[in-house]
């Protein structure tokens, strides 16, 4: 079994005003050197063992979990025991 973490990031340049909206909360509780904030997606998902398994999250990613007109993904896979 394989847990694979995936992270979703909008790619840069692309404006983020769910960031933004956190960013100016932080700002109104007095964190003032937050410049930034970047909202993405996290997801786990468990596969069972299959020699293709970076080219399956790679498809997945690309179909329907990222838009990758607007998206990166990145991920990382684990063995389970």
Same mark, same amino acid.
């Given at each position: 079994?394989?847990?694979?973490?995936?992270?979703?990031? =909008?790619?840069?340049?692309? =404006?983020?005003?769910?960031?933004?909206?956190?960013? @100016?909360?932080?700002?109104? =509780?007095?964190? @003032?050197?937050?410049?930034?904030?970047?909202?993405?997606?996290?997801?786990?998902?468990?596969?069972?063992?299959?020699?293709?398994?970076?080219?399956?999250?790679?498809?997945?990613?690309?179909?329907? =979990?990222? @838009?990758?007109?607007?998206?990166?993904?990145?991920?990382?896979?684990?063995?389970?025991?």
């Amino acid at each position: 079994m394989r847990k694979v973490k995936i992270y979703i990031t =909008l790619k840069e340049g692309v =404006l983020d005003p769910q960031g933004k909206a956190v960013q @100016n909360s932080l700002h109104s =509780l007095e964190y @003032n050197n937050v410049s930034d904030v970047r909202v993405g997606k996290y997801m786990e998902v468990m596969l069972e063992e299959s020699k293709d398994v970076e080219e399956q999250v790679d498809k997945m990613c690309d179909e329907l =979990l990222a @838009n990758p007109v607007i998206e990166d993904y990145s991920y990382t896979i684990e063995e389970v025991v």
